[in-house]
């Protein structure tokens, strides 16, 4: 069965420092998606993608933030100055519409 | 506003009973609405989507329902069983245009005891 995959499932930076995470979605999907989790608190929604563009941002996708898609099959997250309370849990999911899919996410930890 | 919440955060039932989780929301917008199954350490997994033109959908061994009168989502797990325990996320999202995000509440903690 076709799968979001991510890289790493686990990232420990220190703080000022710039991280990568990496996403490979579902290969026919259209849409692309970056979401967060807080330890204990629900999922928010950062940043979605389409048509190699944003198509919309939350207020927590601020400048330090950015998305690319590189090439036809990997989709990146890119955190240029890590802060501390950057620390979470970040999902990257994919979707032809509506039916979004979700990878096993990348823990990162901001020290 | 684009808010979605739940009425329990935490359900504990026995195994083989019936489990029902509750969600509200308050975006009368929204048209679509999905309940996501998340086990520690995962990312959030499908179980069953609805459109605001059903009030009823039925997938194996879950049933959803809208009521858009009070804006009222609900999950039922019959048989629940031990691998049915997880945290139960509703999400909605406001088809149209080039954007599908969703707003997710925040999430039941299901245990199911043997």
């Known amino acids: 069965e076709p799968e979001v995959t991510q890289t790493p499932s686990h990232q420990v930076t220190q703080m000022g420092q710039e991280v990568i995470l990496r996403c490979v979605p579902i290969?026919?999907?259209?849409?692309f998606y970056w979401y967060r989790q807080i330890l204990g608190q629900k999922v928010e929604f950062l940043v979605s993608?389409?048509?190699?563009?944003?198509?919309?941002k939350s207020e927590i996708f601020d400048d330090q933030f950015s998305v690319e898609r590189p090439d036809g099959s990997n989709f990146t997250l890119k955190i240029r100055s890590t802060k501390l309370e950057d620390s979470a849990m970040y999902f990257c999911?994919?979707?032809?519409?509506?039916?979004?899919?979700f990878g096993q996410g990348t823990r990162l930890t901001v020290v | 506003g684009e808010s979605v919440g739940l009425h329990l955060p935490t359900l504990s039932v026995q195994e083989g009973d019936n489990s029902i989780i509750n969600c509200a929301y308050s975006?009368?917008?929204?048209?679509?609405f999905i309940w996501y199954k998340q086990e520690s350490g995962k990312g959030p997994q499908f179980i069953i989507d609805?459109?605001?033109?059903?009030d009823k959908r039925q997938g194996q061994r879950v049933t959803v329902l809208l009521n858009k009168t009070v804006k009222h989502l609900s999950l039922q797990i019959a048989a629940t069983q031990p691998g049915d325990s997880a945290v139960y996320f509703c999400?909605?999202?406001?088809?149209?245009?080039?954007?599908?995000?969703?707003?997710f509440g925040k999430g039941t903690l299901l245990t199911v005891n043997p």
């Open positions: 999911a994919s979707s032809v519409l509506l039916e979004a899919f």
């Open positions: 290969s026919n999907h259209l849409y």
């Open positions: 993608f389409y048509n190699n563009e944003i198509s919309e």
């Open positions: 975006n009368s917008a929204s048209d679509y």
């Open positions: 609805i459109r605001s033109n059903m």
């Open positions: 999400a909605e999202n406001q088809s149209g245009g080039s954007n599908y995000k969703l707003t």
